[in-house]
């Protein structure tokens, strides 16, 4: 299953909800499990960015459903990049003209 990585922000009012986000991240999880996924790494992170998740997702439109949805309820803003793990990225090179 494809990999991917998110780079997420706290928006103002998720910040001043904070509390409530342990909540939150529980039904990301489910939302993402329903839709055939899985998160597989959490970290809440210092420095430009505040969580920073890895997941796995059957492909890239569910995966665009789901930060959709995740960004629709005003908590969080994301930045979501698709993963190469290194065997794929060993056949990538190899296949370079």
Known sequence: ?????????????????????????????????????????FYLTMGAYDIVTVAEAPNDESVAKFVLALASSGNVRTTTMKAFPEADYRKLIAGLP
């Open 1 to 41: 299953m494809p990999t991917y990585i998110s780079l997420v922000n706290y928006t103002d009012q998720g910040i001043r909800n904070v509390k409530d986000s342990p909540k939150r991240l529980d039904a990301a999880k489910k939302l993402l499990k329903d839709m055939g996924g899985e998160m597989k790494a």
